[in-house]
């Protein structure tokens, strides 16, 4: 127990401290290791000649202490503000120490690792699942979206009728979208032939798909065309000068000056879609969401973990690397004060 | 506009009619029921679901706008500063974070019914709008602020006479938004035990009943729509006011 109280203590003084942002940093991250170890610790202490059917969770104070140190890192990255390339390292050290950490099973014995270890097979497919949702949506949304753009880019009338209709259907609560996409393609599955055989029904991965590719289309559209009006004036009267066709202009000028911009709107789907995604395990759609809906029937705060905690993860994770390539991508580095 | 005022007419009235007669609607739901089985959600009067709903949007909703503009002006007054680029970021990753998962994340600590949905309507609401608050009061024409301070007000007339009416339409952008994401959010609720319209969704998902589905479908999807678009009436409306010329895409 003491090592990992010294350390948790330590980290909190150093983290408290105001000069130094790499100190604070660094107190945080010994903070977090103290708070690991002090559980790692304590869950097998807890259930020594506790029963078969005993379960160790972690209570408020571990969450409490979980988010306070979490801010504490936030406020000193903020503060460093890293480059992009030192991001994606650090972003990669903690997600490789986060693999060790769970791989070695040193946290095995806490309930929401045996409800893992005894839903290893349906956490993989579910893993699958979600990612396929929400990365394929997003594909899709951006094959239909991103040409779809450029035409509104073009043409001002097409711009001014189509926007307002995407963003109206963006309203539309998720669940309630779902709900409607249900009879829609249930109707499609058995009208059309050969539909049900490619797996187009009522209830299931289609309708969840389809309801996401149409949440993704606003910010894609939209994004798109922000991101090609977004070039400079004298860029663009450059690149005419220069006897550039229209498409060349595209291509060499617009599109590259606006692919932070566009980028920035494929980031924004691919965060909504990942959250969107639970709400499929609703309707039979699968996904993490299925491990949420079911822990909430039965009152299982593991099972509740367990499907929103990667879900969380999945996300922060995805919205650091977009936000990493936004910086990449764009042609002057913007600085932030 | 025209035709624009005639749809929204439209569109009310349809609401209106599934909410207080939905057994008006029975031929159209008729053909998804199952054989033998209820067309219309008669558990619950809609009109009592549909007062809950939106009862606890506007509560979070008013709610996070006042905690949510108070930090806003507090982090963007000198005496804050130090924790705006903190606020930035937990903004940033806040966001990220998906409103389902701070329902269920709820759960855990505060137990089921409307408690833990108000909760998370509340926290998940605040984002927005204080994203779009800092962007507001950070973001003010410096010759508007010079001239302000050269005709001798203080800094309180400042923020209440010119920085806060300047700020008004980016902090209703976020407010809109944020009624937005609640409205979806709470009808996700019901999976939770919270009285909302997601109730009839969800009854019709558990018995395979697809009119129910479609019922709470059409009756929450145009609360959202027509909400929506008067939250942007007004915007549009307050900004005509200010002096501004409305953008083309109001996002």
Known sequence: MVPGMVALAAGLVLGLQLAWPWLRLAGAALGLAGLVWLVSQGAPALLVGAGDYARVSPGAGFWCLLVVLALLMADALSNLSPGPFTRAGLLAVVLALLALLLQSGVLSD????????????????????????????????????????????????????LLPILSFMQTIPSLAMFGIMIPLLGWVGDAVPGAKAIGIAGIGFAPAFLALVLYSLLPVVANMIAGLQSTPPAAREAARGMGMTEWQRLIRVELPLGLPVILAGLRIVLVQNIGLAVIAGLIGGGGFGTFVFQGLNQTATDLILLGALPTVALALVSAIVMDILVELTRPIPEHTP | MKRGTLLRVALGTVLLALVLRPAWFAWVFAPFAPEGGPIIYER???LSLSLSHLGLVALASTAATLVAVTLAI???????????????????????????????????????????????????????????AITGLSTLPPATMEAARGIGLSRRQRLVRVELPLALPVILTGIR??????????????????????????????????????QGGLIVGLFAVLIYDAMVQVEAFLFRRLGGQPSETSE
């Open chain 2, 44 to 46: 619950a009067s809609l």
């Open chain 1, 110 to 161: 806490l309930s929401i690792m045996q409800e893992y270890a005894s839903r290893q097979d349906a956490f993989r497919d579910a893993t699958l699942r979600h990612l396929g949702l929400a990365f394929g949506s997003l594909a899709t949304a951006a094959a239909i979206g991103l040409p779809l753009g450029i035409v509104c880019h073009r043409r001002a009338g097409l711009r001014r009728a």
């Open chain 2, 177 to 214: 938004l944020s009624v937005v994401i609640a409205l979806g959010t709470a009808t996700i609720g019901s999976t939770v035990a919270a009285r909302t319209l997601g109730e009839v969704i969800i009854a019709g998902l558990l018995t395979n009943n697809t009119a129910y589905v479609l």
């Open chain 2, 74 to 132: 507090l982090v963007t007054r000198p005496a804050g500063a130090a924790f705006l680029p903190l606020s930035r970021t937990i903004t940033n990753m806040g966001q990220t974070f998906p409103p389902v998962a701070v329902l269920a994340l709820a759960v855990p600590s505060l137990g089921f019914g409307s408690g833990p949905t108000l909760v998370a309507l509340f926290l998940y609401g605040l984002l927005p709008i204080f994203e779009n």
